[in-house]
């Protein structure tokens, strides 16, 4: 009998307890971080709304950004920092549309600062904002993705801790997603609300967390703000990886340590959702190899420790993002196969529903806890879509299987920025297939 019981406390602690836990314990150990931020805050009292401003060089890679590189630029104009302390570099990646006469048109509305375009033809992201860079003359250096909106406030809340933190070097904001187009229908709209609460907990849970324990994992390249003297003293953004981002977080961290990396929650910018689920995979499989190859890169950061309080534990995060996707997904997808092993169709049916009301409650604690600590604006978006909690699960279970995908691209495939979706990388797969057959055939070879 006590062999049975092991056997069942073993099946079911690896695939069901063991991944429960680890988000439940996640969730709590991120509130509990944040609470202590913000009691250390409270202590040490409010930064100085005096702040001495410094020139700020502003590095924005483009391709193809027809549709969203006015908005990025005029965001910079309407910024509550000094216009003639903004150098505003554009690094134009091999664009075929309109993307230069917006910048064109831009640059002649009234601005006080620089506003400059270089053009690399085509050479990469990374490459385009090191180019940026070298170009950068003031003493803080900022980059900022072309379809990104930064709020009036962002850059005057950066430079404020910067000026009341002399160790901090290197820093991102927080990432909201923009509403979706009422016009774009059903799907964009889910989507752009899943986003909205995912990044939510992300960066306001999530990053300040890290941040007060200096396990900051990644700069968002949407948004990052460096110090010049501590950029410029690493390799900068290197196109060894698909995510270049975390390569440079990385980089900082080893040469300056994990205490200079921080996320600053009022430094806000605005993201376009992601158009659709295909362009969402192809975001999530990217993501997923670029912490795979960025940790191989940095096998020196590799720690087995997976207790440790403070500084990055890689090897932890590698564990709870790649190794427990298997048994997150499990439940899913081998459930429904109990029954034909004869459980009871109840059984099963109930098992899965207790298991999907314990995420829809991690997901509602998250929200309430940032709701509590976010601004109007994003309260009163999480009422008017409060409901949209009740599907974070399964959201974050497409997630997972996104992810899984990119583990096992990173392994089969070389490195790409761009990554097809599923159905596309089928058919290319089918008609790669079926060129080869045809070019064996006995008759093409006999010519």
Same mark, same amino acid.
């Given at each position: 009998? +006590? =062999? &049975? ?8 602690? !690896? ?41 700020? +060089? ?11 590189? /006015? ?16 150098q505003?570099?554009? !690094?134009?990646?091999? +664009?075929?549309?309109?993307?230069? *006469?917006?910048?064109?048109?831009? &640059? ?15 050479? /990469? ?19 900022i993705?072309?379809?990104t909106v ?47 609460? =995912? ?15 200096d ?6 390249g ?11 003293k ?65 096998? *020196? ?19 709870? *993002?790649?190794?427990?996707?298997f ?8 459930f ?9 169709? +109840? ?38 879509n ?26 089969? =495939?070389?490195?790409e ?31």
């Open positions: 009998m +006590s =062999e &049975r019981v092991w056997g069942l406390a073993i099946y079911w602690g !690896v695939w069901l307890i063991l991944p429960v836990l680890v988000d439940g314990l996640t969730t709590l150990v991120q509130l509990v971080l944040v609470v202590l931020r913000r009691w250390q805050a409270r202590r040490q009292g409010p930064l100085p709304t005096d702040v001495a401003y410094r020139g700020i +060089s502003i590095v924005i890679p483009v391709y193809n950004g027809e549709a969203t590189l /006015g908005g990025c630029l005029e965001s910079l104009r309407q910024q509550r920092y000094p216009q003639e302390l903004l505003v570099i554009v !690094v134009d990646n091999g +664009s075929t549309d309109r993307t230069r *006469d917006v910048f064109e048109a831009q &640059r002649q509305k009234p601005f006080r600062g620089q506003m400059h375009w270089i053009s690399i033809a085509g050479r /990469g992201k990374a490459y385009a904002l090191n180019a940026g860079f070298h170009l950068a003359g003031y003493p803080y250096l900022c980059n993705d072309a379809d930064i709020h009036p406030d962002a850059l005057y809340e950066m430079v404020r801790h910067f000026e009341a933190n002399p160790r901090l070097g290197a820093a991102t904001g927080a990432i909201e997603v923009l509403p979706a187009d009422p016009n774009a229908g059903t799907q964009a709209f889910l989507i752009a609300e899943c986003e909205f609460q =995912e990044y939510l907990v992300a960066f306001w849970l999530g990053r300040q967390g890290q941040t007060l324990n396990s900051l994992f990644t700069l968002a949407a948004f990052s703000f460096f110090r010049r003297d501590v950029l410029l690493t390799e900068l953004y290197d196109k060894q990886t698909v995510s270049e981002d975390t390569d440079v977080t990385f980089d900082v961290r080893k040469r300056f340590g994990g205490e200079r990396l921080a996320c600053i929650p009022e430094a806000i910018v605005y993201v376009t959702p992601t158009p659709s689920w295909r362009a969402l995979y192809a975001q999530r499989v990217r993501w997923q190899r670029g912490q795979i190859e960025v940790a191989a890169v940095h096998q *020196d950061l590799l720690d087995t420790s997976l207790f440790r309080w403070r500084g990055l534990a890689l090897g932890r995060t590698l564990l709870i *993002d790649h190794t427990f996707l048994p997150r997904l499990t439940w899913s997808f081998l429904p196969a109990l029954i034909a092993l004869g459980y009871p169709l +109840s059984l099963v049916v109930g098992a899965m529903l207790i298991i999907y009301l314990f995420y829809v409650l991690i997901a509602a604690v998250s929200t309430v806890a940032v709701y509590l600590i976010a601004t109007d604006e994003i309260r009163r978006r999480l009422r008017a409060w409901w949209i909690t009740l599907l974070m699960p399964a959201y974050r279970m497409l997630i997972f299987v996104y992810r899984l995908a990119g583990s096992i691209v990173a392994l089969a =495939e070389p490195a920025w761009r990554v097809r979706d599923p159905w596309s990388e089928t058919v290319n797969a089918l008609g790669s297939f079926w060129r080869t057959a045809v070019r064996n055939l006995p008759f093409r070879r006999a010519r």
